[in-house]
């Protein structure tokens, strides 16, 4: 099992930054990736960004050129989040994908509020 706890999330005007933060525990040693994931209200959940423990990183069209992806997928993996905008506004989601796929586990997210 993996437990995974997002923070960082809150209220940023547009233009604003914020960092959110992902603590993996548990069987982390069977994590090879971790993903952040959104969910605005009336929308399916989107992937945002993903780290790969190979260093393989991965974007989502929306958020490239102004979101950062970093950190340890067995530790702690970062989404550093710049020039946001309104349509940001969603709970953002971690989550962490075991070796072959076989098995993955999400956080209860973080809510980020961008106000125009």
């Known amino acids: 099992q993996v437990q995974l706890v997002e923070s960082g999330g809150g209220l940023v005007q547009a233009g604003g930054s914020l960092r959110l933060s992902c603590s993996a525990s548990g069987s982390t040693a069977n994590i090879n990736s971790v993903g952040w994931h959104r969910q605005a209200p009336g929308k399916q959940r989107e992937l945002v960004a993903a780290?790969?423990?190979?260093?393989?990183i991965v974007y989502g069209d929306s958020v490239k050129g102004r979101f950062t992806i970093s950190g340890d997928s067995a530790k702690t993996v970062y989404l550093q989040m710049t020039s946001l905008k309104p349509e940001d506004t969603a709970v953002y989601y971690c989550?962490?994908?075991?070796?072959?796929?076989?098995?993955?586990?999400w956080g209860r997210g973080t809510q980020v509020t961008v106000s125009s």
């Open positions: 780290i790969g423990r190979d260093g393989i």
């Open positions: 989550r962490a994908v075991t070796y072959g796929g076989t098995s993955d586990y």
